[in-house]
Structures are given as structure tokens and as C-alpha cells.
């Protein structure tokens, strides 16, 4: 009688939550991981992936798109989209607010087969009609309603991980966000103010331990990260310094190579690798996580560089570090076999820029708790 579900053998395991990056097997039974080393039988498993010389990395963890499929006009299912590339976790990034979140949660996270959280936008309606004419609608400040949401996240505490405050609803918003996420005990998620109106010194100030600024990389036309002189501004060190958590939520507008070259040049690295994936950029530039991943080793990060920030990282930074992005037995076993593919690969950024690479990591096995996706 075989020992294991599934075994995961001759890979080298790219696993930064516990420092590994070496040829180990993988085994996992019950939908754990159940014992990482070399030297494991194709006969102790039922089922054997041979994944020599392949990486083998945790599930990735996407920490910014929008999955509100077919009712969120920006959003995408994530089993399509997201689970075949090897991000068996998504956080859909405010998507919905209160009023909205049970059809996110009946149609999308209990419906899926990709793991779904949730920040909840502090707007009641969340992004229903973002972009669109009735947008004005969307985002009355009326539509703002602490006492609901702080009830809403309070429900459903295994679904709903934070707040987000999206640059639409305005700066009294943000101010209500502040107050629900201290109010549920949650995290707050922000977008870096600077992509319409407000310097992103701005938003930090309201930001604290353990928040969220999304968008880093993202260029003006307020001033953004970097200051008239290209350096990161030391305000933005500060936060970083004090606990803010920073992700690039590339998006269709949100990422620029020649800040992310110039800030990462300065020593300042994302501490999390982020899509913003959604209808409007799944076609491109963004295409998915381990193509946004690529392009940050076209940056000059390593390989265990941009795991971390899509495993180990985003599953810090929303207190999942126990069961998810990570490769540890007894973790959920979900996993991703890459192929690192040699040679010139051009990348788009957000604002039509393009840089060539000469690495790409291309998923070819995708495994969610325990079995072969």
C-alpha cells in the first residue's frame, strides 16, 4: 500500500520560508505536505510528477487582483486565469464591499477551486462600477459605511482578511478605512495615492504596522516613491522602516520598469510580487504572476528573490504563514512546478516600455491541496 498521495520527485525546491533551494522530494498525503527530503521512493506514492530538472516553489499567492467575475466589470475567474499559471492563492483586492460581498463569497470563494480571500473595499458597493458612467454613484460618499463593514469582516473573519482603500473614493475615505481596520483589528491595504491626486506621503500617513501600499512602482502624476532626483523618497523609507508592507500591483497603469530599476537600484525591494490582474491586463502586459514574476529577474532579482515575494511573503503579510507559501510538512500542499527558460524575452510595463530579459519562468504542473490541477 503506497505511503503517499502524491510524490513530487527530483526537483530542486525553491521553498524562501525555510530557506531551501536544493533537490528534494515532495510528498504529500491528505492534502499536507507530508515529509521533504531526498531519496524518496516513486513507489511509496500513488501518484509520481517527475520534476527533474524542474522548480518546484509553494503554491503562489497572488496578494492584488480582482475575481469578482461577471459582476465587478475588471473581473476575471480565477480558475482560469489564475490557478493554471500556479497561484493556487488569490486575494481579491477590493472587489466588493459589504453590500456586495455574499456574491462574492456564494459565486466566487465557496464556488472556485483556486483559494479566494478577500479585502473589503471600505466603499459599500466596492468596484461594481469602476470606470464606468456610474462611477459617481459608485463612490457618494455615502456609500461609505463603517459600522457595516467592521460587522461584515467581523462575519466572516476565514474569508475576509482587511480593508482596501481605493484612490477613487477619495481622501474622507481613506480616513473611514483607517477607522474600520482598527476597529475589525484587521490590516489596511492602499493604493499609492499618487496615481490621481495626492503625493503618496499622503496615504502613508494614515498607514501603520503591517498595512499595505500597493502600486509602489507606480509613476504620478502626483509624486510617487521617488523624488525630483530619482531617489526613493525618505518618507517612504521611514514607513518601510516602521512596518509597512510594500506590493507592486502592477496592473494595467500601476508599474513602471524605470522606478521599479531605479528604486530596487537603491536597495529598495518590494517586499511582495502582485498582478492586479483583471480584465483589462490579463491579455497583457501582465498575462499572470510567473510572467510579472520574470520580469523582476529582468530587474536583476534571483529566483529565490521573486518566490519569496510571491509565497512566503504575501502569506506573512495577511497571516497565512502557517499552512500557505510554504513547502513545510504538515502545510497545505499546494505547489508549483516551473521550467526557467533561457534566452531573450521582451516585457511590457504599464506604460508600453519594454525591457528584454534573459530568463522567464513558464508553470507546467500546478498542484492544490495535494492533487494535479
Excluded at 522548480?55 to 473581473?75: E, F, N, R, S
Excluded at 476565514?158 to 481613506?174: E, R
Excluded at 510579472?292 to 504575501?314: C, Q
Aim: aromatic share 6%; hydrophobic share 40%; glycine share 10%.
Amino acid at each position: 500500500m503506497a505511503d503517499y498521495d502524491l510524490l513530487v520527485k527530483g526537483g530542486t525546491v525553491v521553498d524562501p520560508s525555510q530557506g531551501m533551494n536544493e533537490e528534494k522530494d515532495v510528498a504529500m498525503s491528505d492534502g499536507k505536505v507530508a515529509e521533504i527530503r531526498t531519496g524518496l521512493s516513486s513507489s511509496s506514492a500513488k501518484q509520481v510528477v517527475d520534476a527533474s530538472g524542474r522548480i518546484v516553489t509553494p503554491g503562489l499567492m497572488d496578494l492584488h487582483a480582482h475575481v469578482y467575475d461577471a459582476v465587478m466589470p475588471l473581473g476575471i475567474w480565477p480558475d482560469s486565469y489564475c490557478l493554471p499559471k500556479g497561484t493556487t492563492t488569490v486575494v481579491d483586492a477590493g472587489s466588493s464591499g459589504y453590500l456586495n460581498f455574499p456574491g462574492l463569497k456564494k459565486h466566487v470563494i465557496d464556488r472556485c477551486r483556486t483559494r479566494v480571500y478577500a479585502l473589503l473595499n471600505i466603499g459599500s458597493l466596492g468596484l461594481m462600477a469602476f470606470d464606468t458612467n456610474m462611477e459617481p454613484l459608485q463612490t457618494d460618499p455615502r456609500q461609505v459605511d463603517i459600522a457595516n463593514t467592521v460587522k461584515s469582516i467581523q462575519e466572516n473573519r476565514g474569508s475576509v482578511l482587511g480593508i482596501k482603500w481605493h484612490n477613487t473614493y477619495g481622501p474622507d475615505a481613506l480616513l473611514a478605512a483607517r477607522a474600520a481596520a482598527d476597529r475589525a483589528g484587521t490590516i489596511m491595504m492602499c493604493e499609492n495615492s499618487a496615481v490621481f491626486w495626492l503625493p503618496v506621503s499622503y496615504v502613508l500617513n494614515y498607514m501603520k504596522k503591517g498595512d499595505i501600499l500597493t502600486h509602489v512602482f507606480q509613476g504620478g502624476p502626483s509624486p510617487g516613491i521617488l523624488d525630483e532626483d530619482s531617489n526613493v523618497r525618505s518618507e517612504v523609507l521611514k514607513a518601510v522602516k516602521r512596518g509597512i508592507v510594500t506590493d507592486v500591483g502592477h496592473g494595467a497603469g500601476s508599474f513602471s520598469f524605470e522606478i521599479a530599476e531605479r528604486a530596487i537600484g537603491q536597495g529598495f525591494v518590494p517586499d511582495v510580487i502582485s498582478t492586479d490582474l483583471h480584465t483589462r491586463n490579463v491579455h497583457g502586459p501582465v498575462f499572470d504572476l510567473p510572467t510579472t514574476l520574470s520580469k523582476f529577474l529582468a530587474l536583476g532579482l534571483s529566483v529565490e528573490d521573486v518566490v519569496l515575494r510571491a509565497t512566503s511573503g504575501p502569506a506573512r503579510a495577511v497571516g497565512l504563514a502557517d499552512g500557505l507559501g510554504t513547502l513545510r510538512v504538515g502545510a497545505q500542499a499546494d505547489a508549483a512546478v516551473l521550467r526557467l527558460e533561457k534566452g531573450d524575452f521582451v516585457f511590457e510595463d504599464s506604460l508600453g516600455k519594454r525591457r528584454t530579459g534573459k530568463q522567464r519562468l513558464v508553470t507546467e504542473v500546478v498542484i492544490l491541496g495535494g492533487r494535479v490541477v
